[in-house]
Nanobody
Framework: QVRVVESGGGLVQAGGSLTLSCTASGSVFGIAAMFWYRQAPGNSREFVAQILSTGKISYADSVKGRFTISGDIAKNTAHLQMNNLKPEDTAVYFC????????????WGQGTQVTVAS
C-alpha cells in the first residue's frame, strides 16, 4: 500500500499564491509519476498537472503559465506552486501516484482545500 499526504492549502485573495506539497510513503518502489487533480463543488475531479520520473511535465490548459509542478520522484515528493490564483481555482486539490503493480490504478491523498476569495 501507498499513503499519499497533501499539505499547504488555505485561503488566499485573488492574485495571491500558494504552494501545495505531496509526499508518498509505504510501498513506493517503482512509482513513475505524481499527479495533481482538483475537484470544485458540484464538479468532477479534473487533472491539473503531472511530473514523470523522466522529468516530463504536463499541465491543464486552465493553469498553464500560473502553476508550476516540481518534485523528486525518487524521493516521492511533489510540489505545486500556484501563482495568480483566481476564484475559479477554488477546489479540493488531490495528489495521486500510480500503483506500480496495477496499471490504471492510483493511490490518492485525502485532499487539501484551496479557497480563493475575490
Amino acid at each position: 500500500q501507498v499513503r499519499v499526504v497533501e499539505s499547504g492549502g488555505g485561503l488566499v485573495q485573488a492574485g495571491g499564491s500558494l504552494t501545495l506539497s505531496c509526499t508518498a510513503s509505504g510501498s513506493v518502489f517503482g512509482i513513475a509519476a505524481m499527479f495533481w487533480y482538483r475537484q470544485a463543488p458540484g464538479n468532477s475531479r479534473e487533472f491539473v498537472a503531472q511530473i514523470l520520473s523522466t522529468g516530463k511535465i504536463s499541465y491543464a490548459d486552465s493553469v498553464k503559465g500560473r502553476f508550476t509542478i516540481s518534485g523528486d520522484i525518487a524521493k516521492n515528493t511533489a510540489h505545486l506552486q500556484m501563482n495568480n490564483l483566481k476564484p475559479e481555482d477554488t477546489a479540493v486539490y488531490f495528489c495521486a501516484v500510480p500503483n506500480p503493480r496495477r496499471l490504471g490504478e492510483n493511490f490518492w491523498g485525502q485532499g487539501t482545500q484551496v479557497t480563493v476569495a475575490s
